[in-house]
């Protein structure tokens, strides 16, 4: 993957796309100035992206201080817990509260503590709710089009956020709609073509992310399994060509194009990146 994408991982949250994505779908809508509303607002963002109320927190507390007589009628154990993290947004979000079958799917980042006080309260509800809807918009938009893995892998991040939703009960998922989502996904990642030693691994996250909202019908055909067992008359795998450049080191052949001076090797570099280069810039590596 070009270094210029940033840093790519197995989750639906490791790359630096998604990541950009997650913070767009979650934060504050123009319009959002209830007390209620922001208060649910905040208790979302240290959930979901905790980085939203650590790295400039002062300017969710002014709004909230627009409004400290509606505050003030909230239950008290959302008062108390607004007030725990307006006094250490840090200290409150350093702990994460993804489950380990969730964290499968989404990897590590973005994992804040879900406050039950600030998600579930008089006012609370409809604020996620509209999350929801942005999320399920995103991803019947993304999943409807003829593109391959890498031009969604940024817009999946939808994915993982109904994930964390529907896990906590705060938000129910339609089955045929995640089947429709499924079949969607499955079309890209036939279509993509390129790299797929990188993607499988990727691929199956994602599966696992459409499994936690509605698990398949028992008589789904089996999908991104790999064999179990290796067909008794395969011939002996042959030894990779490796190759060696000044800069990036050895890597792996994945394809060649070309002849000669021309040709152009595409190679899986150890440091993980995978970079298309010319043959004459590159020695075959020494046993």
């Known amino acids: 993957m070009s270094d210029a994408m940033g840093t790519w991982g197995d989750g639906i949250y490791d790359n630096d796309s998604a990541l950009d ?10 319009g959002t100035t209830e007390a209620a509303r922001l208060v649910a607002h905040i208790g979302l963002l240290a959930w979901l992206d ?7 927190p002062p300017a969710l507390w002014v709004r909230l201080d627009d409004h400290a007589a509606a505050i003030a009628q909230l239950p008290e154990d959302t008062r108390a817990a607004l007030q725990r993290l307006r006094d250490d947004p840090e200290g409150v979000t350093e702990h994460g509260s993804r489950t380990p079958e969730v964290q499968a799917a989404l990897g590590g980042y973005c994992d804040g503590p879900r406050m039950d006080a600030l998600l579930r309260f008089p006012g609370a509800q409809p604020v996620i709710d509209e999350l929801a809807g942005r999320a399920v918009a995103q991803l019947d938009r993304v999943l409807g089009r003829k593109v391959d893995l890498y031009e969604v892998a940024g817009d999946l991040v939808a994915l993982g956020v109904l ?8 938000w129910t998922p339609q089955p045929a709609r995640v089947a429709a989502w499924r ?6 990642d036939k279509a993509t073509r390129s790299e797929r030693g990188f993607w499988w691994k990727y691929v199956r996250r994602v599966h696992t992310g459409f499994d936690l909202l509605a698990p398949p019908p028992p008589d789904a055909p089996a999908k991104r399994a790999r064999p179990l067992v290796r067909k008794p008359a395969a ?21 060649r194009t070309g002849s ?15 970079r298309k280069i010319l043959a004459r810039f590159l020695a075959p590596e020494r046993s």
């Open 163 to 170: 994930v964390e939703l529907a896990k906590a009960g705060l």
């Open 235 to 255: 011939p002996a795998p042959a030894e990779p060509e490796r190759y060696t450049h000044p800069k990036f080191g050895a890597g792996t052949l994945i394809a």
């Open 183 to 188: 079949t969607g996904f499955a079309a890209i």
């Open 260 to 274: 000669g001076d021309g040709a152009t090797l595409e190679l899986r570099f150890d440091d993980g990146v995978t």
């Open 21 to 30: 994505g997650l913070a767009a779908l979650v934060a504050r809508r123009e």
């Open 50 to 56: 905790p980085v939203g109320v650590t790295h400039d």
